[in-house]
């Protein structure tokens, strides 16, 4: 995500006349590089392993956005700032038009996934994930589907790294990426379901609305029985969720929130008859 965002900074204040669609995506397409470059060597390992192992990238680029002048335009704060967005004269600005925005891309990054996955590649990578090496014996290249795979995912999550900076936070710094927010988004991934594009979807809106809930529900009931909870044990009381959300779907249900969904419309379909 730091990546594409800087990329896509860099490609807009840089280039005159750049348009936002166009910088974010080349946001995406440098993100792409870079991933690839970080995920030669963790071709080796899978599954949590492979997502732990390319988090060491995360370490160098903090370093590299923090040290290096040039990816802040030489800022003397290290932040850097957009305004005024517009695509063909459409202002960005006010939080419908940047809800409309975001969901433009999700609509077209989505599609194109989905279509990505029903495809051969598609199946080159389930292929992978499931059994490497059988998969090798059937004549899919490993090296070939799991760099794709790290292409695909590097630009998607550069162009959506370059929508949270630029849409969403609209002056950044490089402890905007920190590592609390690579270990957010591999959350989404573990709760909602590896493997599974609904389960993105569900991992994302779990992510962001679980504090939400907690924030109302935990101070109503601390009134209900006369405690009172303050914001921070709220704060905590979240840590301690998430952590043992995560450590229940790791050992129970490794598919996530789109197993559990799955099973739902299975059993809705039955109902009442489950015989």
Not at 58 to 80: E, K, M, P
Request: glycine residues 10%.
């Amino acid at each position: 995500m730091a990546v594409g965002a800087y990329a896509a900074y860099n490609t807009f204040v840089r280039i005159d006349g750049m348009p936002l669609i166009v910088a974010l995506l080349s946001g995406g397409f440098f993100a792409t590089l870079v991933g690839l470059f970080f995920g030669v060597p963790s071709l080796r390992v899978k599954g949590l392993y492979l997502a732990v192992a390319t988090l060491a990238a995360q370490f160098f680029c903090d370093w590299a956005f923090l040290r290096v002048g040039w990816f802040t335009n030489n800022s003397s704060s290290g932040s850097v700032a957009v305004s005024k967005l517009s695509v063909l004269g459409w202002s960005i600005e006010s939080p419908v038009s940047k809800y409309l925005f975001c969901l433009g891309f999700l609509v077209v990054f989505g599609l194109l996934v989905k279509n990505l996955v029903r495809g051969a590649i598609g199946r080159e990578w389930m292929a992978i994930r499931d059994m490497d090496v059988a998969a090798s014996v059937i004549g899919i290249r490993p090296m070939y589907a799991k760099l794709s795979a790290f292409a695909v995912s590097s630009f998607i999550v550069g162009v959506a790294g370059g929508l949270w900076a630029f849409v969403h936070l609209g002056s950044w710094e490089p402890a905007a990426f920190s590592v609390d927010r690579s270990f957010q988004l591999l959350f989404m991934v573990i709760i909602g379901g590896m493997g599974s594009i609904m389960g993105s979807f569900f991992g994302a809106a779990f992510i962001v609305v679980l504090p939400i809930f907690l924030n109302q529900f935990l101070p109503a009931l601390g009134s209900l029985i006369g405690v009172e909870i303050s914001t921070a044990a709220v704060a905590h009381a979240e840590v301690m969720i998430f952590g043992a959300l995560i450590v229940w779907f790791l050992i129970v249900e490794p598919h996530g929130l789109a197993k559990l969904w799955s099973i739902g419309k299975q059993k809705l379909r039955l109902w009442p008859f489950p015989h």
